[in-house]
T-cell receptor, first 112, second 110 residues
């Protein structure tokens, strides 16, 4: 069984540029999460989806971040425009039963 | 707001020794998770603890949960170098968010 797949693995962009991350969760997992992990810190939740509905986006900085989950499967997270402080690892996770969670390998974003 | 605190944040220990990582959380919760993260890698699930008094063991790692004390421990027995990693405790809050601690960076010296 394929795990949670994220792309790209690494991204370097200049500040003020847009960037997008993609996540393909495990088949059948209805719940999808985007987390941000700063260096030396634990992951922090940005948004949670149940199928295609964003049920918790209270931590998403909506002035520059947006997310969508097409047909309740794949999801994209976008930042526009990126700032230096957005440099972090962006992790996607999925769950079938909201007991066990599987994380993807993450996208390491560097904003210069 | 649920807060999760781990200690120590850094731990350097000799192979063969035993040690314990502590995880305290601030409000009632029914689920606690332990994850391992290697440098540059994603999070690997180690344990899910669902009830008071739960104890789970895998190899040299054992996790326990005391919901009354809001405390979980991750005990390492006879440490080996391969266990060097960062270990995260995470707790589910009443809004179904998983809140992570800052992590414990474990370095095991040969």
């Amino acid at each position: 069984e394929a795990g949670v797949v994220q792309s790209p693995r690494y991204k370097i962009i200049e500040k003020k540029q847009p960037v997008a991350f993609w996540c393909n969760p495990i088949s059948g997992h209805n719940t999808l999460y985007w987390y941000r992990q700063n260096l030396g810190q634990g992951p922090e939740l940005l948004i949670r989806y149940e199928n295609e509905e964003a049920v918790d986006d209270s931590q998403l900085p909506k002035d520059r971040f947006s997310a969508e989950r097409l047909k309740g499967v794949d999801s994209t997270l976008k930042i526009q425009p990126a700032e230096l402080g957005d440099s972090a690892v962006y992790l996607c996770a999925s769950s079938q039963d909201r007991v066990g969670y599987t994380f993807g390998s993450g996208t390491r974003l560097t904003v210069v | 707001e649920l807060k999760v605190e781990q200690n120590p944040l850094f731990l350097s220990m000799q192979e063969g020794k035993n040690y314990t990582i502590y995880c305290n959380y601030s409000t009632t919760s029914d689920r606690l998770y332990w994850y391992r993260q290697d440098p540059g890698k994603s999070l690997e699930s180690l344990f899910v603890l669902l009830s008071n008094g739960a104890v789970k063991q895998e190899g040299r790692l054992m996790a326990s949960l005391d919901t009354k004390a809001r405390l979980s421990t991750l005990h390492i027995t006879a440490a080996v170098h391969d266990l060097s990693a960062t270990y995260f405790c995470a707790v589910r809050d009443r809004d179904d968010k998983i809140i992570f601690g800052k992590g414990t960076r474990l370095h095991i010296l040969p």
